[in-house]
């Protein structure tokens, strides 16, 4: 069954990187869309970026624009997120999320999320 | 940016009772919205997708309508595990936009 795993979040100052990780099973990431969605504690969803299954193109929000980059290994089906200069408002969880397959854009699936905490 | 505007933010129902959700966009995204539900400390689950579409293992008391701008979330028969919050979701264009959520107490 489709499930996604996530990893590498942690308690990080400002202005450091961190890198999450999401290993993908029950389908290949070489053939699907798959975005990142964050949520602050207690708060709503925002997303974070999306990658298109032929890996190149790439779209990101605004608020994580030049300082976040979205990327896949197809030979471990595992999606990334590299994350840098980070700020305290960058604090929440993580989600990866496959993109529906009878959709363009749309998620079917959310991994189970991994926290990042920015603080000093 | 497409604005998801959700009411009411959270709302007190029985068991059994039928609830509505509404989801407003401030563009037309035509049918490309979704309905998740989320309880605490687990990640959204899907409920319903391109408006209407009832996901592959979700209920039949969860109903989704609407097109355009204007959207709504039914739930019938209200049961106690339905106690959570719910999002809609825009997915017609890019950044992806939430409803600010509802949160059902049973």
């Known amino acids: 069954q489709v499930q996604m795993v996530e990893s590498g979040g942690g308690v990080v100052h400002p202005g450091r990187s961190l890198r999450l990780s999401c290993v993908a099973s029950?389908?290949?990431?070489?053939?699907?869309?798959m975005h990142w969605v964050r949520q602050a504690p207690g708060k709503g969803l925002e997303w974070v970026a999306v990658i298109w299954n032929d890996g190149n193109n790439r779209h990101y929000a605004d608020s994580v624009k030049g300082r976040f980059t979205i990327s896949r290994d197809t030979s471990t089906n595992t999606l990334y997120l590299q994350m840098n200069s980070l700020r305290a408002e960058d604090t929440g969880f993580y989600y990866c999320?496959?993109?529906?397959?009878?959709?363009?854009?749309?998620?079917?699936?959310w991994g189970q999320g991994t926290l990042v905490t920015v603080s000093s | 940016d497409t604005q998801m505007t959700q009411s009411p933010s959270s709302l007190s129902a029985s068991v059994g009772d039928s609830v509505t959700i509404t989801c407003q966009a401030n563009?037309?995204?035509?049918?490309?919205l979704s309905w998740f539900q989320q309880k605490p400390g687990k990640p959204p689950n899907l409920l319903i997708y391109d408006a209407s579409t009832l996901q592959t293992g979700v209920p039949s008391r969860f109903i989704g309508s609407g097109s355009g701008t204007d959207f709504i979330l039914t739930i019938n028969s209200l049961q106690p595990e339905d106690s959570a919050t719910y999002y809609c979701q825009q997915y017609d264009n890019l950044p992806l936009t939430f409803g600010g959520g509802t949160k059902v107490e049973i």
């Open positions: 029950g389908f290949t990431l070489s053939g699907t869309d």
């Open positions: 563009q037309d995204i035509t049918h490309f």
């Open positions: 999320a496959r993109v529906n397959p009878v959709t363009t854009l749309g998620i079917d699936h």
